[in-house]
């Protein structure tokens, strides 16, 4: 049984249901073929064996795209405060996470509605698994069903939020549905849950051309369902590598325990519990000693160590990640299986890893920060829906700055702002401020410092 047949038997998922979904919002289904893919990438990232391989390279690439990313809203020529403050609560703490969730799956969606009882937009985040498409426009998601679920005792409510295009504007419908044995079940009224008892089954946003939800995919073409608007997984022409590098790792486990020192010996020196028959010995000694019948009792210890094939598991290990690394648009050497491996300069590893910090720019500058500027225009559509009185002016900047340490070398870029200052190509209360984090006023009060502690050379000859 292969790595993905045995994370299937444990992967529960809400995809078989899709088909009376559509029904029950009389839609036409979209990207069938994707569903079946979800459901492999899913599986491997949340069970992936040993190695964890696919959840590894999510969780490394979402850090690194986003360690340092700054967002600044500006309305004029001022910060906007109420923009900055969505940016910070509401962005920020939950981009990393649902990236990650992005890579894996090919997409997550970002919905945003209006809590009336606090008086404020909050975000609801949704996994590819978690979507089902319904219409777009050339290659925008346009429209779609989110799915929500709750269990409560022995039952389990599915809420369905259709958001569709229609003249001028989207029709949101909300249905929920009660089943005990799983499956969609029977359509109850919103009112059985409480946190959405509040919710309007049926309500039209007019005259605004930004749909209420943002669709966050990747930004590689879908190769996998061909003129399709849904992302895919950035493992996605991984899968059989990564099931080849998880068969070699078991391999390696199972060399090294089954290769594990034991000592052989003659069952007549075991002491043996009277009363129950059992062998009288530690949890160590269970580990260390092996019976042997002995006809001659000539070999009463024998010592059993086995050479062990490390090294050649080792390196089937090492190509294999090699193969899953450049099938994941990295390089060869992103993620390297050697301990032997010295520490190297960020300087070195941009010359060695430029496929990777490629796919990183496109992560950046195609996915993420597109993103953010939909993000805030569909949070004003729902703000300015409920009249929110701190709702996002139209005319709002962003400054997105995603920071540049993954490319650079800090110690070397020190080293020459050291030298611009020497040469005066660089002020000292400039270099004080990036490099020491020192405010102006700092900055200058350190220098006048300098200057009193610096020894006053005397000139004996007058000259």
Same mark, same amino acid.
Request: glycine residues 6%; aromatic residues 8%; proline residues 4%.
């Given at each position: ?6 994370v ?9 249901i ?27 990232y ?22 340092e ?21 509401l962005?920020?703490p939950?981009?990393r ?11 997550v ?9 606090k ?19 050339g ?30 504007g989207?029709?949101?419908?909300t ?8 499956g969609?079940?029977n359509e ?11 919710i ?10 930004t ?10 073409a879908?190769?996998?369902?061909l ?8 493992y996605?022409d ?10 070699a790792?078991?391999?390696?486990c ?18 043996v519990?009277p009363?129950?028959g ?12 092996r019976k042997l ?7 009463l ?33 992103a993620?390297?299986?050697?301990q ?14 430029q496929?990777?910090? +490629? ?6 500058s /195609?996915? !993420? =920060?597109?993103?953010?500027? @939909?993000?805030l225009? $569909? &949070? ?31 110690q070397?870029d ?9 040469v ?12 020491? +984090?020192?405010?102006?006023?700092e900055?200058? /009060?350190? !220098? =006048?410092?300098?200057?009193? @502690?610096t020894?006053? $050379? &005397?000139?004996?000859?007058?000259a």
């Amino acid at each position: 049984m292969t790595l993905f047949e045995k994370v299937k038997g444990w992967f529960m998922n809400l995809l078989p249901i899709k088909d009376d979904v559509f029904r029950k919002f009389n839609l036409q289904a979209k990207d069938e073929a994707q569903n079946s893919l979800i459901e492999e990438w899913l599986a491997v990232y949340q069970n992936g064996g040993g190695l964890a391989f696919p959840a590894v390279v999510c969780w490394d690439l979402a850090k690194k795209a986003l360690g340092e990313l700054e967002i600044r809203a500006i309305s004029g020529s001022t910060e906007d405060k109420d923009a900055q403050n969505v940016i910070d609560t509401l962005l920020e703490p939950n981009l990393r996470g649902q990236l990650e969730y992005a890579l894996a799956l090919g997409g997550v969606v970002a919905r945003p509605w209006y809590d009336t009882v606090k008086e404020k937009v909050r975000v609801g985040w949704y996994t590819a698994d978690m979507i089902i498409p319904s219409a777009w426009d050339g290659d925008k998601l346009t429209g779609v069903v989110l799915i929500d679920q709750h269990i409560a005792k022995k039952n389990t409510y599915l809420k369905l939020e259709s958001i569709q295009p229609i003249e001028n504007g989207w029709n949101i419908k909300t249905k929920l549905f009660k089943s005990v044995g799983g499956g969609l079940g029977n359509e109850v009224s919103l009112t059985e849950v409480p946190m959405w008892a509040t919710i309007d089954p049926d309500v039209d946003i007019e005259n605004t051309p930004t749909p209420p939800f943002v669709y966050m995919k990747t930004p590689w073409a879908n190769n996998k369902v061909l003129n399709s608007p849904l992302g895919s997984s950035i493992y996605r022409d991984a899968m059989k590598a990564i099931e080849e590098l998880e068969k070699a790792y078991r391999a390696l486990c199972w060399e090294i325990e089954s290769g594990e020192r034991t000592v052989f010996v003659d069952d007549s020196m075991i002491m043996v519990d009277p009363n129950t028959g059992d062998d009288k010995m530690t949890q160590l000694e269970k580990k260390l000693y092996r019976k042997l019948s002995s006809t001659t009792a000539n070999d009463l210890l024998e010592p059993f160590s086995p050479v062990l094939r490390v090294d050649e598991l080792n390196a089937a290990i090492k190509t294999h990640l090699a193969i899953a690394c450049m099938a994941c648009h990295l390089d060869a050497g992103a993620y390297i299986y050697d301990q032997s491996m010295q520490a190297i300069t960020a300087t070195e590893v941009t010359a060695r890893q430029q496929q990777t910090y +490629g796919t990183l720019v496109d992560i950046q500058s /195609k996915m !993420i =920060e597109p993103f953010i500027y @939909e993000y805030l225009d $569909a &949070i004003r559509v729902i703000q300015n829906l409920y009249d929110a009185k701190d709702a996002l002016v139209d005319n709002l900047e962003l400054s997105i700055d995603f920071g540049d340490s993954v490319l650079t070398d800090e110690q070397a870029d020190r080293s020459n702002a050291q030298n611009e200052v020497t040469v005066g190509l660089r002020s000292k209360v400039s270099y004080l401020m990036e490099y020491r +984090g020192m405010s102006e006023a700092e900055a200058l /009060k350190e !220098i =006048e410092r300098i200057k009193e @502690e610096t020894p006053v $050379a &005397i000139d004996f000859f007058g000259a």
